[in-house]
């Protein structure tokens, strides 16, 4: 049985996102590089798609419904490139680390606070304009 380790939620949750094409491989050779069972990658891919609300399987995990929380805000280039960097380290190909740059989060946060001082300059250019 596969034990999913985090990079193998990435890389399920990458897919759910963005599809194989961001790996540039198909979903099958994709599930044979960290070893897991191609249904169970399948699975994993409907498990995220449950947990954003778009239909899919329910059952998933604690760990999965972490993995989607911690990359759902997170910027699209930022969240591909963590995928395929865990891929990478799952084929050895590359080095454990961070998977996404230690500043994505600021940059949610500040993306997030940029949006609320925007609606707040209309609101008051609103009340200006009366």
Known sequence: MHRWSDDDDLI???LYRFGPDVFGRSVEEIAGVPGMPF??????????????????LEG??????????????????????????ALQRAAGKAPSG???SANAQEIVDLD?????????LERLQAMKAR
Do not use: H, T, W
Request: aromatic fraction near 10%; charge should be positive.
């Open 12 to 14: 399920g949750y990458c």
């Open 112 to 120: 997030k606070e940029m949006d609320r001082l925007m609606r707040e």
């Open 98 to 100: 961070p998977r996404i």
């Open 60 to 85: 998933y995990s604690q760990q999965a419904l972490a993995v989607f929380r911690q990359y759902e805000d997170v910027l699209s280039d930022d969240a591909r490139n963590a995928g395929v960097l």
């Open 39 to 56: 249904s169970s990658l399948n699975i994993k891919i409907a498990n995220f798609k449950f947990i954003a609300g778009n239909g899919g």
